[in-house]
T-cell receptor, first 115, second 114 residues
Framework: GENVEQHPSTLSVQEGDSAVIKCTYS??????FPWYKQELGKRPQLIID?????GEKKDQRIAVTLNKTAKHFSLHITETQPEDSAVYFC??????????????FGSGTQLTVLP | ETGVTQTPRHLVMGMTNKKSLKCEQH?????MYWYKQSAKKPLELMFV???????ENNSVPSRFSPECPNSSHLFLHLHTLQPEDSALYLC?????????????FGDGTRLSIL
């Protein structure tokens, strides 16, 4: 089955600096890679996603890059702000016991932006 | 975003109690999911329903019993739970049951087993 490994598990940055979180996956057929942000006590929310036919996608201060050859994808947050502090999860589809691929989530990265 | 609503938000129950968690989505989606979120562990997929038919049971103990009466509603019936079942239970929905579809989550039910 699909293994999604996420690093680092915790990340502290100074306000204004950049943050990078990386994930690797094992199934070469995976074609969709979302990133979720979960603030304390709140629901995971989709913040950006990328499909396998592109290598990079940007949305204001966040971007995701995909390297299909190396089977890894990364979340980049620039000009970090205190409200970026949260747990971030990556995910990738995996072969499951059912007929459809299901998302497998990474273990999460606790990002803390220090003022 | 209030597209996926879960009730109750918090639940404390004894090991011999029976309770149910409810999830409702107003997004017109056809697939619904139950996840378990424990501290310092990845989100664990429990069940998947597609057009109200169960398509995945990820080796979940029988003390958890899902029910999906229609594409908008999903329940998780709980009976004779164990202390290790204490966790945040998240419901999600997507347009279709495919790994390439974005999933929208509810706020979850924080479950504590005494």
């Amino acid at each position: 089955g699909e293994n999604v490994e996420q690093h680092p598990s915790t990340l502290s940055v100074q306000e204004g600096d950049s943050a990078v979180i990386k994930c690797t996956y094992s199934d070469s057929a995976s074609n969709y890679f979302p990133w979720y942000k979960q603030e304390l006590g709140k629901r995971p929310q989709l913040i950006i996603d990328i499909r396998s036919n592109v290598g990079e996608k940007k949305d204001q201060r966040i971007a995701v890059t995909l390297n299909k050859t190396a089977k890894h994808f990364s979340l980049h947050i620039t000009e970090t702000q205190p409200e970026d502090s949260a747990v971030y999860f990556c995910a990738a589809p995996r072969i499951s016991s059912g007929s459809a691929r299901q998302l497998t989530f990474g273990s999460g990265t606790q990002l803390t932006v220090l003022p | 975003e209030t597209g996926v609503t879960q009730t109750p938000r918090h639940l404390v129950m004894g090991m011999t109690n029976k309770k149910s968690l409810k999830c409702e989505q107003h997004l017109g989606h056809n697939a619904m999911y139950w996840y378990k979120q424990s501290a310092k562990k990845p989100l664990e997929l429990m069940f998947v329903y597609n057009f109200k038919e169960q398509t995945e049971n990820n080796s979940v103990p029988s003390r958890f019993s899902p029910e999906c009466p229609n594409s908008s509603h999903l329940f998780l019936h709980l009976h004779t739970l164990q202390p290790e079942d204490s966790a945040l239970y998240l419901c999600a929905s997507s347009q279709r049951e495919q790994g390439g579809q974005p999933q929208h989550f509810g706020d979850g039910t924080r479950l504590s087993i005494l």
